[in-house]
């Protein structure tokens, strides 16, 4: 029901995207329709720019043919006269075309990232569980930047080399039909190859890119576990695996590059084989009087202008292979929907339990059950402790509560309804958790205990001083030098464990949540501190319920209520002795 995969590079493989490259543009387009004038403007001037690459052979020819042979210098100069201008407008309105279409690439990149970076936030944990983080950044750095490559440097180039070649066919054909057919015929060659090849490329740079991904995920995993590799001295091992990866790398790439550069060749050989054919085919033609030295030079740059910008293509096309096959690993992140969808829960509970576990059952996706039909009741302004063995599935049924999971059966009730029926806010400021491992933000003390807390925004410092005092919170933040204003940086690693839980508490109980669920919440902290959290659980408000999730059992002594959690189970203990007893005798089997 809810075991839905999220693990991008397996649904790559199970299912590649098949999309025509049109529906794509389509869609890349939608991102940036506001910016429709502007590619109309720049559309203009490549159109502009293609016609005055268009007339000038057509000019050069006439003027060979009626003032050069008949030494008309005056016809001769304002011929001259003339390309010289058109050739100045055609430099500005490269230029502008240039410049515009370089604003809508960073646009559309800046689109791109967005949309990417608000998906990210819409997925659920499952998603973060299943994908590395460093292949999600080269995602959203990486891929993207390739589409913006495409569409500030090649889109335009690829509409103006589209143009000339195709008035370059029209002139050649309309010159001399048969001339201009076996001038043309050669292209073929290219049409053919180009359709046979293009797959081969596009999926070439996708494992390349895949690849770029697996890298970055590497560096990233050896940058946050820095410590653990230096205290087990395991810096060689995480060489071998980055120098892994890196030739897997330089493979991949290798070998792309191979492929990007495979059409050159190919439409060089057509332009060449195309040339030849003109000048034997056009020399005849004069020597029998058919044709004029004028019409074949003339001919022979439009044969050029057909070529170079198929030439240029080549180049542009392989570009766009690797667009595409950025644009495939983007859009595979972007098509991905949260599984925790909202229902509509329209009862009205006449003195409902807090909250309610209706015969739940979960298993992470690709791993074993770890609760089997659980049901129980949490009430209001109690206290529960959730004890059991590592692994037994206390996270992972407070990570239930919390729904960073929905289960694989049954309800678990809020209130009396159904919790996929809360929106996120409600659902947060209802229930506060306390993770095993904190995570803070780089900032200061201030910003990371008003983390999603709406309400005390606006408070001057001292007002915010008030309001710990209030929570009777002032003895935590008095752990830390500068008060609220400590710095907390590199993500919190500059505080020590125990007093990032103190923030975590902090966060915590300053949102004043209906629920606090603290899993391990106090294993950091000693035991003066801990005395002092207990004080503070103390005075919450009255109906305030908690969970508490620990292994050190003095933690648990005030609980109202305990629940052994073990091998898919969920039972009450009784007395602390009982818990106590379950612990040193269960085996545990899940
Ligand atoms: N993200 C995950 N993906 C897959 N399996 C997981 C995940 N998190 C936990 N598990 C598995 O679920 C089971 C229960 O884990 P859980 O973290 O809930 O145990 P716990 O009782 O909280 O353990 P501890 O006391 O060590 O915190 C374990 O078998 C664990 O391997």
Not at 177 to 194: C, K, N, R, W, Y
Request: hydrophobic residues 45%; proline residues 3%; charged residues 15%.
């Amino acid at each position: 029901m809810n075991n839905q995969s999220y693990d991008l590079n397996q649904l790559s493989a199970s299912a590649p995207e098949k999309k025509s490259t049109i529906a794509v543009l389509r869609k890349l387009f939608a991102l940036i329709a506001e910016e429709k004038g502007k590619l109309y403007l720049a559309c203009l001037f490549i159109i502009i720019n293609a016609l005055i690459n268009l007339s000038g052979p057509l000019l050069v020819g006439y003027a060979i043919d009626h003032y050069v042979q008949h030494k008309e210098y005056h016809g001769l100069l304002v011929i001259s006269g003339f390309l010289l201008a058109m050739y100045l407008v055609g430099f500005c309105t490269s230029y502008v075309q240039t410049r515009l279409m370089g604003g809508v690439g960073q646009r559309l990149l800046f689109q791109l990232r967005n949309a990417v970076f608000r998906k990210l936030q819409e997925l659920p944990v499952a998603f973060f569980n299943q994908n590395k983080a460093g292949d999600l950044i080269s995602r959203i750095n990486n891929d993207t930047d390739k589409l913006n490559q495409f569409f500030s440097q090649s889109l335009m180039q690829f509409v103006g080399s589209l143009i000339i070649m195709i008035g370059a066919g029209i002139f050649l054909l309309s010159i001399h039909i048969e001339l201009g057919s076996a001038a043309l015929a050669p292209a073929l060659l290219i049409v053919v190859f180009t359709k046979l090849a293009s797959p081969w490329v596009k999926r070439t740079n996708a494992l390349n890119l895949k690849s770029v991904g697996g890298m970055s995920a590497e560096i990233q995993e050896s940058l946050n576990n820095f410590k653990v590799i230096i205290a087990f001295n395991r810096r060689d091992y995480f060489r071998e695996r980055f120098e892994q990866v890196n030739t897997q790398n330089y493979t991949t790439a290798m070998k792309a590059g191979v492929a990007n550069n495979i059409f050159m060749p190919v439409y060089g050989l057509s332009a060449n084989l195309g040339q030849v054919v003109v000048l034997v085919m056009g020399i005849y033609l004069i020597a029998t009087g058919s044709f004029t030295v004028g019409l074949l030079i003339s001919f022979l740059a439009y044969v050029n202008n057909f070529y170079n910008p198929l030439r240029q293509l080549a180049a542009l096309w392989a570009n766009f292979q690797v667009a595409m096959a950025g644009w495939d690993r983007i859009s595979q992140l972007l098509a991905l929907e949260s599984n925790l969808e909202t229902v509509q829960d329209n009862s009205f509970p006449v003195q409902p339990a807090l909250l309610e576990f209706k015969d739940v059952s979960f298993g992470y996706p690709n791993g074993k059950p770890v609760l089997h039909h659980i049901s129980f009741t949490l009430e209001r302004g109690k206290t529960y402790a959730f004890v059991g063995p590592t692994g037994g599935g206390k996270t992972t049924t407070a990570s239930l509560i919390a729904r960073l999971y929905d289960p694989t059966e049954g309800k678990i009730m809020l209130e009396g309804k159904d919790i996929r029926s809360y929106d996120a806010t409600t659902r947060a400021t209802t229930i506060g958790f306390i993770l095993q491992e904190p995570f803070l933000f780089s900032g200061t003390v201030r910003e990371n205990i008003l983390y999603g807390n709406e309400q005390y925004l606006d408070y001057t410092n001292e007002q915010l001083v008030q309001v710990v005092h209030d929570a009777g919170l002032e003895a935590l933040l008095a752990r830390f030098d500068n008060g609220l204003d400590t710095t907390v940086s590199n993500s919190g690693d500059s505080i020590s464990l125990g007093q990032k839980q103190l923030l975590a508490f902090m966060r915590a109980v300053l949102r004043n949540p209906s629920l606090l669920i603290l899993d391990e919440a106090t294993a950091n902290i000693d035991t003066v501190t801990e005395q002092l959290l207990e004080d503070i659980l103390r005075r919450l408000p009255a109906t305030t319920t908690r969970v508490i999730i620990a292994h050190r059992l003095n933690t648990i002594e005030s609980a109202d209520e305990i629940f052994f959690i073990n091998a898919g189970e969920v039972n009450r203990a009784g007395s602390l002795q009982d818990a106590m007893h379950m612990l040193l005798q269960e085996k545990r089997q899940s």
